[in-house]
């Protein structure tokens, strides 16, 4: 990816956007660190600290997830959920995340509860994003069966073992980030780093063993034109 840098600057930050976009974009398509990202830019003659680069990620991953879910199809209305148990500053937690029949990440919940009232939770924040699914499908968590049953009636659930191993591939980058964080610091931190990274791997992470070679050309090369326009739109 080039950095052009025609684009009106940010007030208050003395880089272009494009520089910052680029950064946000190395961080999480690649899965790097703050400090892998810093040495690019140096390349570029971008001299920032680590600590700059964690600022612009934080600030700026929200922005461009957000533009990736406004633009989005509408998802399939097959639903897999499930939940995966990570650890925070040495306590459990559940990733909770749903995907559509087409593999692609509908919402992501970081709670520190695998029940009933933690699968209504997401389940219904699903719906109100999302209106109600067709078929919902999950693991045999008990948890899901009144909430399913309550805010779907029509739905099909089906909790079969087996059905839900498109979601157990979902979790891998997760599981890879995760060993590179050497855990995740903060509830807040692994909801906000999840929430984006999930929706920006969404656009630059096509199933390429399905395309052809040009499909999969063409398909960069929009994620790239989408990544642009979302770059114009950055406000401080």
């Known amino acids: 990816m080039n950095i052009p840098t025609n684009m009106p600057r940010l007030k208050g930050f003395r880089y ?10 190395a961080y999480h398509r690649f899965a790097l660190s703050t400090a892998d990202v ?25 922005h461009f997830a957000d533009c990736i879910r406004r633009d989005r199809p509408r998802p399939n209305d097959k639903w ?6 990570i650890s925070i500053r040495g306590r459990k937690h559940w990733l909770w ?19 009933a009232k933690a699968a209504k939770r997401f389940f219904q924040r699903l719906i109100t ?7 919902v499908i999950t693991d045999k968590l008990r948890g899901y069966i009144k909430p399913v049953s309550k805010l779907t009636p029509e739905a099909d659930h089906r909790a079969r073992k087996g059905l839900n191993n498109a979601i157990e591939v979902s979790h891998r980058p997760t599981r890879k980030r995760e060993k590179m964080f050497g855990r995740l610091k903060s509830h807040r931190q692994a ?9 920006i791997n969404l656009i630059f992470r096509p199933r390429r063993y399905q395309l052809t070679a040009n499909s999969y050309r063409h398909a960069r090369s929009d994620a790239f034109s989408l990544w ?5 739109e950055m406000k401080t």
Not at 129 to 135: A, D, N, S, T
């Open 228 to 232: 642009d326009e979302y770059t114009a």
């Open 191 to 199: 909801q906000r780093f999840l929430s984006a990274h999930d929706q």
């Open 129 to 135: 994003l999302f209106g109600e699914p067709r078929v």
């Open 38 to 62: 810093e040495d690019p830019l140096a390349a570029r003659n971008v001299i920032v600290s680590r600590e700059a680069v964690r600022l612009w990620i934080n600030r700026f991953g929200r």
């Open 80 to 85: 897999h959920m499930d939940e995966v148990v």
């Open 97 to 115: 995340r749903a995907i559509d029949a087409n593999g692609d990440v509908l919402d992501v919940l970081v709670q520190t509860r695998r029940n």
């Open 16 to 25: 272009p956007r494009e520089i910052i976009a680029w950064a946000v974009w």
